[in-house]
């Protein structure tokens, strides 16, 4: 068996420790006779399953009691309506801020049900910074402000948040959940697509405060409308019971490899330094991003000639360092190093980047 460095922005890699476990536990789960895909998702066996997702995910991330946790489908572009339609309930305003295609994807779907104002873009400049915000330029009576924390496709995440008073934060913390610790108490709700640092696709996770739920519009679908999933702890319907259970082995495999998030920011925050000081210092391949907004999990780059990216990518893909073509609206590469991938593997690929240097210059 032969495994690369899987550098895809999602779905991406796994822990090796989480993929092994399961597989011991494909054929017969603690003795019951049976893999997780196949029990029902109302036997005790399952509920402890989905319980004990829940309780990791609460004490990793610190999430304070009056914030209930959801775990839906529909990837994050659900959330995209569902944050709307039952948050657009006051004033029908809400603020967004336009750092990337998913924020701005969010704010069309966002426009069908309200009034949205743009306070902020950063397309001027392809997306390579986090725009300075003035909260003069907020709307004082919306109903949330939302923002994309990490930008999976440019490379920028937010190292400081909007100072929105009363108006509730949300977030799209897709490609960032568990990366390092957040303040979810600074937030009304946080979603994030679990394929990028939390699982497999097929789970959405869903953090929000409980006042905000139960004031959906009328004409929400019912699997649309937080409180349907609130009022049957995320079982209204069948939950997508493998995603979460994999999700529980990822969250297993923080606290006994890292203890917590704080660690876990500390190794990345390694791993990525790695890969940037490398980029600041080469004179073939250049970071797209301003380094005070740089990404974490996330590294775009360049060498400034199509042909010549698309010749990396093609050796780099035959010595084992798979995916990092550049996501297509932006071209070049981009490295997507998130807490699964270890410090061995930038480290590596580092040593072939400075290789393919010496080879071409
Ligand atoms: C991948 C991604 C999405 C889209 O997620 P889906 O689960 O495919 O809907 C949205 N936002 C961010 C920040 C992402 O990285």
Redesign the pocket.
């Known amino acids: 068996m032969k495994r690369v460095y899987n550098f895809s922005?999602?779905p991406s890699m796994l822990p090796e420790a989480v993929l092994r476990k399961a597989a011991d536990e494909m054929l017969d789960y603690q003795g019951s006779g049976q893999s997780v895909m196949e029990m029902s998702h109302r036997s005790k066996v399952y509920d402890a399953i989905i319980k004990e997702a829940e309780a990791l995910l609460r004490e990793v991330m610190e999430i304070p009691d009056n914030y209930k946790v959801l775990f839906l489908q529909g990837?994050?572009?659900?959330q995209f309506a569902m944050v709307p339609l039952n948050l657009m309930n006051g004033s029908g305003k809400a603020d967004y801020v336009l750092t990337g295609q998913?924020a701005t994807k969010a704010q069309k779907e966002a426009a069908r049900y309200g009034e949205v104002n743009v306070v902020a873009s950063s397309k001027d400049k392809t997306f390579t910074y986090i725009p300075k915000l003035d909260p003069a330029t907020f709307t004082k009576d919306a109903d949330y402000f939302h923002i994309?924390m990490?930008?999976?496709i440019y490379g920028t995440k937010y190292h400081t948040l909007p100072e929105t008073g009363n108006v509730p934060l949300v977030a799209?913390i897709?490609?960032c959940i568990l990366s390092e610790p957040i303040d979810v108490s600074k937030f009304g709700l946080l979603y994030a697509?679990a394929?990028?640092n939390m699982g497999p696709?097929g789970l959405?996770v869903v953090i929000i405060r409980e006042d905000l739920v139960g004031h959906a519009r009328d004409i929400t679908p019912t699997m649309f409308n937080y409180q349907t999933h609130v009022d049957n702890g995320s079982m209204f319907n069948t939950p997508p019971c493998y995603a979460i259970y994999i999700a529980k082995l990822v969250l297993e495999w923080i606290k006994s490899e890292f203890g917590g998030l704080d660690k876990m920011k500390e190794y990345n925050e390694k791993k990525a330094k790695i890969l940037y000081d490398f980029l600041d210092g080469s004179k073939l391949f250049k970071g797209t991003v301003v380094p005070e907004d740089r990404s974490l999990m996330n590294v775009p780059f360049v060498t400034g000639d199509s042909d010549l990216d698309a010749a990396f990518v093609k050796a780099a893909e035959a010595a084992g360092f798979v995916n990092l073509k550049g996501h297509r609206t932006v071209g070049g590469m981009r490295a997507s190093i998130y807490n699964a991938m270890p410090i061995e593997g930038v480290e590596k690929l580092v040593e072939f980047m400075k290789e393919f240097e010496a080879n071409h210059q």
């Open positions: 922005a999602g990837g994050a572009s659900s998913w994309c990490n930008n999976t799209d897709s490609s697509g394929q990028k696709a959405t």
